[in-house]
T-cell receptor, first 114, second 112 residues
Framework: DVKVTQSSRYLVKRTGEKVFLECVQD?????MFWYRQDPGLGLRLIYF???????EKGDIPEGYSVSREKKERFSLILESASTNQTSMYLC?????????????FGEGSRLTVL | QKEVEQDPGPLSVPEGAIVSLNCTYS??????FMWYRQYSRKGPELLMY????GNKEDGRFTAQVDKSSKYISLFIRDSQPSDSATYLC????????????FGKGTKLSVKP
């Protein structure tokens, strides 16, 4: 089974802190994604990546950056956390060779910024 | 326009009921249609995938796409308490999955 592992399920950070959210997938997928999920707003794409060291902005990239130094790992970085970044963050991966739209999601990282 | 519209519910039904979940979309170029299921405190997982118009059946689940009306449906027969989850529709026109557009999800509760 495909496994997408997010390193932290729950985090509490202070305003202004730098936050790293780590995601690792074990199926040699080319594509990796970071979403945030908020009540009433659904899933919104922050950044995605098709290859190592490559990134594309999604719908809401402001206040975030990403890093993909290895194929299996995709990190989301909040340079200076703010309270409006309190959310559930979901990492996903896909093979990139099919058009099924199948994304494999991790279990999420719930971030609270105080 | 990119939106996929979905009634957020919540929807509560008794065990054994037939459930109908629906979405509409605006982009006539969309060719791929998906339903994801998300249990509480878990990530979404793909439940059904359909290409273009038509029906697809998998056990108690039937996905239906009507491209003429831009309508996406998921039917659940003989609903079970284990079907209680949030259901998200999604669609896109293929190629980059960064173009995948999700509905906001409908929360379903099946009461024993």
């Amino acid at each position: 089974d495909v496994k997408v592992t997010q390193s932290s399920r729950y985090l509490v950070k202070r305003t202004g802190e730098k936050v790293f959210l780590e995601c690792v997938q074990d199926m040699d997928h080319e594509n990796m994604f970071w979403y945030r999920q908020d009540p009433g707003l659904g899933l919104r794409l922050i950044y995605f990546s098709y290859d190592v060291k490559m990134k594309e902005k999604g719908d809401i990239p402001e206040g975030y950056s990403v890093s993909r130094e290895k194929k299996e790992r995709f990190s989301l970085i909040l340079e200076s956390a703010s309270t409006n970044q309190t959310s559930m963050y979901l990492c996903a991966s896909s093979s990139g060779t099919e058009n099924t739209g199948e994304l494999f999601f991790g279990e999420g990282s719930r971030l609270t910024v105080l | 326009q990119k939106e996929v519209e979905q009634d957020p519910g919540p929807l509560s039904v008794p065990e054994g009921a037939i459930v109908s979940l629906n979405c509409t979309y605006s982009n006539s170029a969309f060719q791929y249609f998906m339903w994801y299921r998300q249990y509480s405190r878990k990530g979404p997982e793909l439940l059904m995938y359909t290409y273009s118009s038509g029906n697809k059946e998998d056990g108690r689940f039937t996905a239906q796409v009507d491209k003429s009306s831009k309508y996406i449906s998921l039917f659940i027969r003989d609903s079970q308490p284990s079907d209680s989850a949030t259901y998200l529709c999604a669609s896109y026109y293929g190629g980059s999955q960064g173009n995948l557009i999700f509905g906001k999800g409908t929360k379903l509760s099946v009461k024993p």
